[in-house]
């Protein structure tokens, strides 16, 4: 029978190499395997078709009972029917061979029908099929922009030059994302073979994959793909025993969010400082080194031998009329089941957040997602039925980006989201155009005068004029939709502004500085807990006896809150 | 006047650098990949290391201190032995990551970026670690914790001080 340990980052972190060691104390042969994409549920270990989750050393002991057919506790761990038909209503096609094969084992993966769709493309068809294969599929860029994967890999197969290159963007920046990560971690080869088939296409023999430094496992499982793919034969020289060679060097990423800009790679990958140029050229004119490049993202590359192998059509069959396929999302935050799922375009925020993500957190409402990363917004609850379909939510404001869902729930201020994302921005932007160095700026400093309770009339006009300005000042993608996260929460939560620029509240009781803190008589027992922590000295009173706060002491930390043991404390 | 200081004896030892220098040195778009190396073997990245790869290379100092800032990987500074990345991703920002900052501040008693005093630590603010499904995290020394809460935090740090009086 065959025992798999999910050892994604996530499997790890949760506790999976100290399972699979005490599989292997048991006896038991574990492989492993990458993230199936149930994350809440980790650590899983698969035995045969049956699946235990949350899984500890002593549930590995039982698990190892249940192997030998001894007497055992395992069924305790086995994954409820309901998150189980959850798994299998998705649609896996990028995450095909995820948490289901041994990433570190090419054997697996090839019996699989992994490389059967390089094998096809370099033996039986012209590089121009392969291209109108892809055109058929109506595969778009899975970074987020959703630009037609044919409509780059013609440009770079009709660029003149003796010498192009193959570039896979692995540098997943959106905080709140790790589709890529986990598409690398779990079936590198997937990522392997599509790169293959783009260089066939466009007559490469060389290839990059420039992965995120903050993903060191990633790293590690590709460096072993490779060099698994290079002793069958199938990198390097004279693949398939045609004349096609390719190869492919990892680069790993010095940490710059703006790397994930196409030209800023470029940059980066030459040893430069990864600012963006201005396009044209494009990089399948000029890209690395000034050769034709072509550039795609990780899912992208992942869809591609899928599509190879069940046709266009069978691809285009799947979403809506200008989104066609499946889209992998990462779902955090105040999520019930949070992770990873693929699902076809066309189904709504609300089959994602509630479907396959169980609904909110501690059976709270749910308020917003914030889809797209920094570059995205914030989508309301209102709009859950929302299609997920590049047009559809290009409308709401928000974009559908490279699949970061980050659920809030009634907790979450949406002013100090909007901060929370300009603060990122403007640590990351390269500095190169005036209004994207010094306007994000600038909005910032509102955002937190507004966040500290110094919120002025006229600042959302100065918010939304700055953020029109940004917009047409900046020359990349960057810049242009840094703006997004204040405009869609202006445009929806417009309230909440108010309340803290008017009213001076915050009613998520986030914004530190625009709470009053106050103690319940009746339920304070005068155990003199949060006087000792209070760091001003702002709690009144005797031990034994209800306490009191006093307002012209208070510096709003909240500590007291944290430490009483009665809910006596009482935040507004 | 020019400047001498890499004329004296340098901060750390180049030799373990050679092989590096020969393989990334003249390479075409080499110079990131050889910085991460030498930050790999020294921990940091000292002003007289860099002047002394500029001078091997062929470029201008300037130049490398254009890449070193412009990343945030390399160090200028020298980092404790453990370094402690509190990530500070959007999942980790709605689920308490301030709250994390605060406590590990507070425990450690220095700010982003600095060292303790005992040479230990150096606890620096990530954007995303992309292991959002368990946020709030941290990662050290390779591991990744999850679900981390400002008591479990410190008490991460705890054993790892444990670990070091051994």
Same mark, same amino acid.
């Given at each position: 029978?065959?025992?798999?340990?999910?050892?994604?980052?996530?499997?790890?972190?949760?506790?999976?190499?100290?399972?699979?060691?005490?599989?292997?104390?048991?006896?038991?042969?574990?492989?492993?395997?990458?993230?199936?994409?149930?994350?809440?549920?980790?650590?899983?270990?698969?035995?045969?078709?049956?699946?235990?989750?949350?899984?500890?050393?002593?549930?590995?002991?039982?698990?190892?009972?249940?192997?030998?057919?001894?007497?055992?506790?395992?069924?305790?761990?086995?994954?409820?029917?309901?998150?189980?038909?959850?798994?299998?209503?998705?649609?896996?096609?990028?995450?095909?061979?995820?948490?289901?094969?041994?990433?570190?084992?090419?054997?697996?993966?090839?019996?699989?029908?992994?490389?059967?769709?390089?094998?096809?493309?370099?033996?039986?068809?012209?590089?121009?099929?392969?291209?109108?294969?892809?055109?058929?599929?109506?595969?778009?860029?899975?970074?987020?922009?959703?630009?037609?994967?044919?409509?780059?890999?013609?440009?770079?197969?009709?660029?003149?030059?003796?010498?192009?290159?193959?570039?896979?963007?692995?540098?997943?920046?959106?905080?709140?994302?790790?589709?890529?990560?986990?598409?690398?971690?779990?079936?590198?080869?997937?990522?392997?073979?599509?790169?293959?088939?783009?260089?066939?296409?466009?007559?490469?023999?060389?290839?990059?994959?420039?992965?995120?430094?903050?993903?060191?496992?990633?790293?590690?499982?590709?460096?072993?793909?490779?060099?698994?793919?290079?002793?069958?034969?199938?990198?390097?020289?004279?693949?398939?025993?045609?004349?096609?060679?390719?190869?492919?060097?990892?680069?790993?990423?010095?940490?710059?969010?703006?790397?994930?800009?196409?030209?800023?790679?470029?940059?980066?990958?030459?040893?430069?400082?990864?600012?963006?140029?201005?396009?044209?050229?494009?990089?399948?004119?000029?890209?690395?080194?000034?050769?034709?490049?072509?550039?795609?993202?990780?899912?992208?590359?992942?869809?591609?031998?899928?599509?190879?192998?069940?046709?266009?059509?069978?691809?285009?069959?799947?979403?809506?009329?200008?989104?066609?396929?499946?889209?992998?999302? *990462?779902? %955090? #935050?105040? $999520?019930?089941?949070? !992770?990873?799922?693929? /699902?076809?375009? +066309?189904? &709504?925020?609300?089959?994602?957040?509630?479907?396959?993500?169980?609904?909110?957190?501690?059976?709270?409402?749910?308020?917003?997602?914030?889809?797209?990363?920094?570059?995205?917004?914030?989508?309301?609850?209102?709009?859950?039925?929302?299609?997920?379909?590049?047009?559809?939510? *290009?409308? %709401? #404001?928000? $974009?559908?980006?490279? !699949?970061?869902?980050? /659920?809030?729930? +009634?907790? &979450?201020?949406?002013?100090?989201?909007?901060?929370?994302?300009?603060?990122?921005?403007?640590?990351?932007?390269?500095?190169?155009?005036?209004?994207?160095?010094?306007?994000?700026?600038?909005?910032?400093?509102?955002?937190?005068?507004?966040?500290?309770?110094?919120?002025?009339?006229?600042?959302?006009?100065?918010?939304?004029?700055?953020?029109?300005?940004?917009?047409?000042?900046?020359?990349?993608?960057?810049?242009?939709?840094?703006?997004?996260?204040?405009?869609?929460?202006?445009?929806?939560?417009?309230?909440?502004?108010?309340?803290?620029?008017?009213?001076?509240?915050?009613?998520?009781?986030?914004?530190?500085?625009?709470?009053?803190?106050?103690?319940?008589?009746?339920?304070?027992?005068?155990?003199?807990?949060?006087?000792?922590?209070?760091?001003?000295?702002?709690?009144?009173?005797?031990?034994?006896?209800?306490?009191?706060?006093?307002?012209?002491?208070?510096?709003?930390?909240?500590?007291?809150?944290?430490?009483?043991?009665?809910?006596?404390?009482?935040?507004? | 006047?020019?400047?001498?200081?890499?004329?004296?004896?340098?901060?750390?030892?180049?030799?373990?650098?050679?092989?590096?220098?020969?393989?990334?040195?003249?390479?075409?778009?080499?110079?990131?990949?050889?910085?991460?190396?030498?930050?790999?073997?020294?921990?940091?990245?000292?002003?007289?290391?860099?002047?002394?790869?500029?001078?091997?290379?062929?470029?201008?100092?300037?130049?490398?201190?254009?890449?070193?800032?412009?990343?945030?990987?390399?160090?200028?500074?020298?980092?404790?032995?453990?370094?402690?990345?509190?990530?500070?991703?959007?999942?980790?920002?709605?689920?308490?990551?301030?709250?994390?900052?605060?406590?590990?501040?507070?425990?450690?008693?220095?700010?982003?970026?600095?060292?303790?005093?005992?040479?230990?630590?150096?606890?620096?603010?990530?954007?995303?670690?992309?292991?959002?499904?368990?946020?709030?995290?941290?990662?050290?020394?390779?591991?990744?914790?999850?679900?981390?809460?400002?008591?479990?935090?410190?008490?991460?740090?705890?054993?790892?001080?444990?670990?070091?009086?051994?």
């Amino acid at each position: 029978m065959r025992v798999t340990v999910g050892k994604g980052s996530c499997g790890i972190a949760a506790g999976a190499g100290e399972v699979f060691e005490r599989l292997e104390r048991d006896g038991v042969k574990p492989a492993v395997t990458g993230c199936i994409g149930m994350c809440w549920l980790e650590p899983i270990v698969n035995v045969g078709d049956k699946t235990f989750v949350r899984v500890d050393a002593e549930a590995a002991g039982e698990i190892g009972k249940y192997i030998r057919g001894e007497e055992n506790g395992a069924e305790r761990y086995a994954i409820r029917q309901e998150d189980l038909d959850n798994l299998n209503a998705q649609v896996r096609v990028a995450l095909r061979n995820c948490g289901v094969i041994d990433p570190e084992n090419i054997g697996e993966y090839i019996a699989r029908e992994g490389y059967a769709a390089a094998e096809k493309c370099i033996t039986e068809l012209t590089p121009e099929r392969v291209i109108e294969e892809i055109k058929a599929s109506g595969l778009g860029g899975r970074g987020g922009a959703g630009f037609p994967t044919w409509f780059k890999w013609n440009a770079a197969r009709g660029s003149k030059g003796d010498k192009k290159y193959v570039i896979c963007n692995a540098d997943e920046g959106d905080p709140g994302a790790f589709m890529d990560r986990a598409v690398i971690e779990g079936d590198p080869h997937a990522v392997i073979e599509g790169m293959m088939i783009a260089a066939y296409a466009i007559g490469s023999d060389e290839g990059f994959v420039y992965v995120r430094a903050e993903y060191p496992l990633a790293i590690i499982r590709l460096d072993i793909a490779l060099r698994q793919a290079r002793e069958k034969g199938l990198l390097g020289k004279n693949i398939f025993g045609t004349g096609f060679c390719f190869d492919i060097r990892i680069k790993a990423g010095a940490g710059a969010f703006v790397c994930g800009e196409e030209t800023a790679l470029i940059a980066s990958l030459e040893g430069e400082r990864g600012m963006p140029r201005l396009k044209p050229p494009f990089p399948a004119q000029k890209g690395y080194l000034k050769k034709p490049s072509n550039i795609n993202n990780v899912e992208t590359y992942a869809n591609v031998p899928w599509i190879i192998r069940n046709g266009g059509a069978a691809f285009s069959a799947m979403g809506t009329e200008n989104s066609k396929g499946t889209k992998v999302f *990462a779902l %955090t #935050g105040k $999520i019930k089941n949070g !992770g990873l799922c693929e /699902v076809p375009m +066309g189904r &709504t925020i609300r089959d994602v957040v509630y479907g396959v993500g169980g609904g909110i957190k501690d059976g709270k409402a749910f308020k917003a997602v914030q889809m797209g990363g920094p570059s995205g917004g914030c989508i309301p609850a209102e709009l859950a039925d929302t299609m997920i379909d590049y047009r559809t939510l *290009a409308a %709401t #404001g928000a $974009i559908m980006g490279s !699949g970061g869902m980050v /659920v809030m729930d +009634g907790s &979450t201020c949406m002013v100090d989201m909007a901060r929370f994302f300009l603060d990122f921005t403007c640590k990351e932007s390269c500095g190169k155009c005036a209004h994207c160095r010094v306007g994000n700026r600038r909005m910032l400093e509102i955002l937190e005068r507004i966040c500290a309770g110094d919120g002025r009339e006229g600042d959302i006009e100065l918010l939304s004029g700055l953020a029109e300005q940004i917009k047409d000042g900046s020359l990349c993608a960057l810049g242009q939709t840094a703006p997004n996260p204040v405009l869609t929460t202006l445009r929806y939560f417009k309230n909440e502004y108010e309340d803290h620029i008017t009213h001076k509240k915050c009613t998520a009781r986030q914004c530190k500085p625009l709470l009053t803190y106050s103690i319940d008589g009746a339920k304070c027992t005068g155990c003199t807990l949060c006087a000792k922590k209070c760091p001003s000295g702002a709690i009144a009173g005797e031990v034994k006896k209800p306490h009191r706060v006093e307002r012209e002491k208070c510096v709003q930390c909240g500590k007291c809150a944290e430490v009483c043991r009665f809910g006596a404390v009482e935040v507004d | 006047m020019g400047c001498n200081c890499a004329e004296s004896a340098l901060s750390v030892d180049t030799a373990l650098l050679e092989p590096y220098l020969a393989e990334y040195g003249g390479a075409e778009g080499g110079l990131i990949s050889l910085l991460q190396k030498a930050q790999e073997l020294y921990g940091w990245l000292p002003a007289d290391l860099l002047i002394n790869i500029a001078r091997r290379i062929g470029v201008k100092p300037a130049k490398i201190m254009g890449v070193v800032t412009f990343y945030t990987q390399f160090r200028t500074k020298p980092a404790g032995k453990h370094l402690i990345l509190l990530c500070q991703g959007t999942a980790c920002h709605v689920n308490g990551s301030a709250g994390i900052e605060e406590a590990v501040r507070e425990y450690l008693g220095v700010d982003e970026g600095e060292m303790t005093e005992n040479g230990l630590f150096t606890y620096n603010n990530v954007a995303c670690l992309g292991c959002c499904s368990l946020s709030p995290v941290m990662m050290s020394g390779g591991k990744t914790y999850g679900g981390l809460t400002k008591d479990s935090a410190v008490r991460i740090l705890k054993e790892i001080e444990r670990g070091e009086a051994v």
